[in-house]
C-alpha cells in the first residue's frame, strides 16, 4: 500500500461505540487499485496545542450551565461560570471562562 494524500470533505460525528471509529469521507486522487466504498487507514495531521485541565470534581452542573469556585484576591471565593469539554475520566479541558494561574477550590 502507498500513501495518498487527499480533501477531507464529511466528517460523520457520531462514533462506533464498539471500535471507537468514525467515518469520514476523504477526496482522493483518481487511481485504478480504489474502488467506491473501499476502507483504508487515515493519519490526519494535528497541530499541538496547549490547554487549560482542570479536576472534574471542582466543575458543579447547574441545570446546563457549568462553574467553578475562583479565590478572588487570595481572600474570597466567587463563582465563575465556564465551559469545558470532556479530556479523560478524570480531567475536563476548560475552554473558556477560566485563566491559567487562577486558583480553583472543590470538595474531594
Given amino acids: 500500500s502507498q500513501p495518498l494524500q ?8 457520531a462514533a462506533n461505540p464498539q471500535t471507537r471509529s468514525f467515518d469520514i469521507k476523504i ?23 496547549q490547554g487549560l485541565l482542570i479536576p472534574k470534581a471542582a466543575v458543579r452542573h ?5 462553574t467553578v469556585m475562583v479565590k478572588v484576591n487570595n481572600e474570597r471565593w466567587q463563582t465563575r461560570y465556564v465551559r ?3 479530556f479523560d475520566k478524570d480531567s475536563v479541558e476548560v475552554l473558556s471562562g477560566l485563566e491559567a494561574g487562577e ?5 474531594h
Fill in 6 to 13: 487527499g480533501m477531507v470533505k464529511e466528517i460523520r460525528p
Fill in 27 to 49: 477526496e482522493l486522487p483518481s487511481n485504478q487499485h480504489l474502488r467506491v466504498g473501499m476502507y483504508g487507514t487515515v493519519s490526519l495531521p494535528q497541530q499541538p496545542r
Fill in 62 to 66: 447547574v441545570g446546563q450551565l457549568e
Fill in 84 to 86: 469545558t469539554r470532556e
Fill in 103 to 107: 486558583i480553583i477550590g472543590w470538595s
